[in-house]
């Protein structure tokens, strides 16, 4: 029985919602990164400024060929194919004859990639494989730093240094030892195709070395690792493992050396002697393309002879993009044609 005393309290019951409302903030949508607008001018302008520089360069190309044969036409007219194949040079009768030029240029050039090359990659794979790491960092600095010398300070350096040291010791026990090869005879005038080899040997150095280096490094460590695993000598497995997966790289470095050989000037021009002559001999004087073009464009007088200087220019050009094309095939035949593999 309820308590009198105490009232009872007023408890409604749920009413129903009349009206309901909810309120939001609103919601601030965050700027797109790339806002859609009508870009398609735009597009067409930076695709129009690519083509550009991409046709530049074939542009200079065909100048280049352009004026190399229209101010060589004078000497192809008067000489025709003989002009390559001719060894008279004589300015005063205008005979004028380049395969003494071709002939020392593509001599030289050979002599040394077969000392360059060797040395170059030979350093490579000390800083890469086998030098420690104190002193691979100033070592690889040291080399490429040879690159940045001028040609006129090697030039220098092989008159006062190289020169004489060819005179009186290599050139002599070369003559005496090999003399029967008919390559090292004759007398030693120091100044020779020999030594126009071993400086531009030296200049191409550094670059063969820096590009081979760069070529090392990026082949996978588990090549090396595999090859070791395998019991294979350090250097079987850096033939095996390293060399042959960079074999294409080197090359490539080969191409680019021989490329500054074929178009060094000044360097060459302080050692080879400039004897337009023929030698079976690396003991005697010999000229370049790059040096006639050096020694005498600034005293042709006759519109032949300038004009025969001009197509040894000429000559130096088709013979680069020739030496390039072989140096393509023998990549080809590395390579049979497939595409470069990317490494991790």
Request: hydrophobic content about 55%; charged content about 10%.
């Amino acid at each position: 029985m309820a308590n009198p005393a105490f009232h009872r309290p007023a408890m409604p019951g749920p009413q129903p919602v009349v009206d309901t409302k909810v309120i939001t903030a609103p919601v601030s949508r965050a700027a797109p990164l790339l806002a859609a607008s009508g870009g398609e001018v735009s597009d067409r302008i930076f695709r129009l400024a690519m083509l550009t520089c991409g046709l530049a360069v074939l542009a200079v190309l065909a100048l280049i060929v352009y004026e190399l044969v229209l101010r060589s036409a004078l000497s192809w007219h008067a000489f025709g194919l003989k002009f390559f194949t001719g060894r008279d040079w004589d300015p005063v009768s205008e005979q004028f004859g380049a395969l003494p030029f071709v002939y020392g240029t593509l001599v030289s050039s050979l002599l040394a990639l077969i000392i360059a090359v060797p040395l170059a990659v030979g350093v490579a794979v000390f800083t890469t494989e086998m030098c420690p790491r104190v002193l691979r960092g100033p070592l690889s600095f040291f080399v490429e730093l040879l690159a940045a010398i001028p040609s006129v300070i090697y030039g220098l350096w092989a008159i006062f240094v190289l020169v004489p040291i060819l005179t009186s010791y290599v050139q002599p026990f070369l003559s005496k030892t090999l003399g029967w090869t008919k390559l090292f005879e004759g007398p030693s005038f120091g100044y020779s195709m020999l030594a126009a080899g071993i400086i531009l040997a030296i200049m191409i150095v550094p670059i063969v070395s820096s590009i081979t280096r760069e070529v090392l490094m990026v082949v996978p460590q588990h090549q090396r690792e595999a090859a070791l695993a395998l019991g294979a000598t350090r250097w079987e497995m850096i033939r095996i493992g390293v060399l042959r997966n960079a074999r294409a790289g080197i090359m490539g470095a080969v191409i680019l050396g021989l490329g500054r050989a074929l178009g060094e000037t000044m360097a060459v021009t302080m050692v080879i002697g400039n004897r337009p002559e023929i030698s079976r001999s690396l003991l005697a004087p010999g000229y370049t393309m790059a040096s006639v073009l050096a020694n005498e464009f600034s005293e042709a007088t006759g519109n032949v002879y300038l004009s025969a200087l001009i197509e040894i220019g000429l000559a130096l050009f088709l013979v680069t993009i020739v030496v390039n094309a072989l140096a393509r095939l023998l990549v080809w035949t590395v390579t049979r044609g497939q595409p470069a593999r990317g490494h991790a």
